[in-house]
């Protein structure tokens, strides 16, 4: 009886079991023809055809990748292929003033190929020269670049990092500088900034040429100028000195010295934020004062008053 009973619990485990090492059937979604590649653009920077293209994150996992796809002339052939994570891909086999046509095709992992992205067709120039003799200079707000032109017809980009020799892709500006100078008003007075320059086309392909010598913006430059009008007033057994505010911006205070009669050395009394300075300290009646402005790290040159 008990056996009767077993027969039908085996005979459906003996179903289940080889279907639990068994795959599931692939779905059509897998034979689906992926999305296409799209935004596709391309800046000549260098000897290099810089291309990028968008695809959406949440579909780069059924991806096996992309298929750059370059023609010259008739036809496309493919370039190169990079790996379904990949935005770009870069050119370094062509020829100037000749005519090329690029897109973008997805390959998922069933080998199927998408439609092809938007063509992009570009005829890249030669490059102009780097600029040349590039100089810099400090205003109150600003660093001051200025460079040689690298010809006619030409623009500029210019390239800033705190890191030196490595910098970015984007310039600091958003439009085009078509003359020979910039000022960058992001003024940095803690820690050394690098500057470089490129010359263009300003062409959609830009055709960007080699960078300018870097130059290095340290804040051993900041130096400010000289405190003005200084002046010192008695008052009550004090000695009140007063001058006027230092124009540049990133002045961090000032510092006032004092050298008695018979002293031979001036004597640091303090620092301030406002441009005055009371001394409360008996000075006798022949003193002399200097005050200086203070930078990030260099003080200016002195401003010297004598009270009799």
Not at 50 to 73: C, D, H, T
Not at 291 to 307: D, F, H, I, K, M
Request: net charge positive; hydrophobic share 35%; proline share 9%.
């Amino acid at each position: 009886m008990i056996f009767r009973l077993l027969i039908p619990f085996i005979f459906f485990i003996s179903l289940i079991i080889p279907a639990c090492g068994r795959k599931a059937p692939p779905t059509l979604k897998a034979y689906q023809k992926p999305q296409p590649p799209s935004g596709l653009t391309i800046v000549h920077r260098e000897e290099k055809m810089l291309i990028s293209w968008s695809y959406p994150g949440n579909l780069r996992s059924s991806l096996k990748g992309f298929q750059v796809m370059r023609a010259e002339g008739q036809g496309f052939e493919r370039l190169g292929f990079v790996g379904n994570e990949a935005n770009s891909f870069t050119d370094e086999r062509f020829s100037p003033d000749t005519p090329y046509q690029y897109k973008v095709i997805a390959q998922n992992l069933k080998d199927i190929l998408s439609d092809g992205s938007n063509i992009v067709t570009v005829t890249p120039k030669r490059v102009p020269p780097p600029p040349d003799d590039v100089q810099v200079s400090l205003a109150n707000d600003a660093v001051q670049l200025s460079w040689q032109a690298s010809g006619e017809g030409v623009c500029y980009h210019v390239y800033r990092t705190t890191e030196k020799g490595r910098y970015r892709d984007v310039p600091l500006h958003k439009d085009p500088v078509c003359g020979t100078s910039f000022s960058d008003m992001a003024v940095f007075y803690d820690k050394p900034v690098y500057y470089t320059v490129r010359a263009f086309y300003n062409t959609p392909l830009l055709d960007e040429g080699y960078p300018s010598a870097e130059i290095e913006v340290s804040p051993s430059l900041f130096v400010p100028s000289a405190p003005a009008e200084l002046r010192v007033v008695r008052a009550q057994g004090k000695i009140v000195l007063m001058w006027r505010e230092s124009p540049e911006p990133w002045v961090k205070g000032y510092r006032v010295y004092r050298k008695k009669e018979r002293e031979k050395e001036f004597t640091l009394l303090g620092e301030a934020k406002m441009p005055t300075f009371t001394d409360t300290g008996k000075v006798g009646k022949k003193v002399r004062y200097m005050v200086r402005a203070l930078g990030p790290s260099q003080e200016s040159e002195p401003s010297v008053t004598e009270v009799p």
